[in-house]
Nanobody
């Protein structure tokens, strides 16, 4: 089991920055990948960025060059630095962890943190 707790959301003006954090606990040694997803009102949840235990990253095209995902070496905490924020970035941001144990994969989700970009 993996537990995830997000923090760092809030209200920011267009062009501003925010940093999200996701703290993992429990079976963190079995986490292969962590990432951030977001869901805006009346839209499906979408991938924002992911990072593997080996450090490989993947970004949605809409955030490339503006957002940076990083982690500590133990995969205890994952961060999402968001710069040049736009109103369309407004959403609930969810932390995700993919646990791999033998041939089994399990997805874990945090409770979500609201990010609002508005003047």
């Amino acid at each position: 089991q993996v537990q995830l707790v997000e923090s760092g959301g809030g209200l920011v003006q267009p062009g501003g920055s925010l940093r999200l954090s996701c703290a993992a606990s429990g079976s963190i040694f079995s986490i292969y990948r962590m990432g951030w997803y977001r869901q805006a009102p009346r839209k499906q949840r979408e991938l924002v960025a992911t990072i593997t235990s080996g450090g490989s990253t993947n970004y949605a095209d809409s955030v490339k060059g503006r957002f940076t995902i990083s982690r500590d070496r133990a995969m205890n905490t994952v961060y999402l630095q968001m710069n040049s924020l736009k109103p369309e970035d407004t959403a609930v941001y969810y932390c995700n962890a993919l646990e791999v144990v033998d041939d089994d994969e399990n997805d874990y989700w945090g409770q979500g943190t609201q990010v609002t970009v508005s003047s």
